[in-house]
């Protein structure tokens, strides 16, 4: 059975930094992206960032460039998304999701894309 579970959220203030983890289980991660998505209510899930399963390619939407950065470790089952320069509305629930091989990697953004999904995590940022 696929598990992942989140952590990491919380209130932060503009600008500050966050680090998410994943913790995944029954996943193929020889296999599977893994990724970053977050949804803010009453707004379509919007995918932030992938890694691939071997070569640790990796792929941001104009979201997270600059500000986010994604890695993995496959040994301990996680991802991760180191969050920086958080602005208002970054604002969301964030959820981490298993992808399977896509025809292009970029879809691997794509909520339709995702095989499985985590809960989520909120991240606030506020003063």
């Known amino acids: 059975q696929v598990q992942l579970v989140e952590s990491g959220g919380g209130l932060v203030q503009p600008g500050g930094s966050l680090n998410l983890t994943c913790a995944t289980s029954?996943?193929?991660?020889?296999?599977?992206?893994l990724g970053w998505f977050r949804q803010v209510p009453g707004k379509e899930r919007e995918g932030l960032s992938c890694?691939?399963?071997?070569?640790?390619?990796?792929y941001y939407t104009d979201s997270a460039k600059g500000r986010f950065t994604i890695s993995r470790d496959n040994a301990k089952g996680t991802v991760a998304l180191q969050m920086s320069g958080l602005k208002p509305e970054d604002t969301a629930v964030y959820f981490c999701?298993?992808?399977?091989?896509?025809?292009?990697?970029?879809?691997?953004?794509?909520?339709?894309?995702?095989?499985?999904w985590g809960r989520g995590t909120q991240v606030t940022v506020s003063s």
């Open positions: 999701a298993a992808v399977p091989p896509t025809l292009l990697f970029s879809h691997c953004v794509l909520p339709g894309s995702v095989e499985a």
């Open positions: 890694m691939s399963a071997g070569e640790g390619r990796t």
């Open positions: 029954g996943v193929y991660l020889d296999q599977y992206a």
